[in-house]
């Protein structure tokens, strides 16, 4: 019965999976990579950074969101979207380790835009 109340409430869920499609790979070799997100106002996305001949050290923000918010978890990032946004967002962040046991690192500059 409980199940049948919830049903006539709908709440809008955002969902937090991979928000970029085909991000094109970092290689750790002092390279700077644009990537691209769309999302909705006040949705968030998941974004992982792992490859599988990267070992990562260390992820740090370069350059924060101006108006969605930031956050590293693990090897990955969230990017939470506020809900008044109105036009685009960017952020940049920096990624330091190994590929194929030789050491570097990379840049990943985000433009996000409103859908």
Known sequence: MFVQILACYPVPV???GTCILHPQPFKLRSDTIQWL???KPGAEC?????????MIDAIAVVDPP???RL???GPSFRY????AAQGGDHFKIAIKGTSLHIG???S???DVVSQ
Do not use: H, Y
């Open 108 to 110: 990943i500059e985000v």
């Open 46 to 54: 998941i974004q992982g950074l792992r490859w599988s001949t990267i």
């Open 66 to 68: 101006k108006s969605g």
């Open 71 to 73: 956050v590293l978890q």
């Open 104 to 106: 570097g690192t990379s």
């Open 80 to 83: 939470f979207s506020d809900p």
């Open 37 to 39: 997100i769309k999302i």
């Open 14 to 16: 955002s969902a937090g």
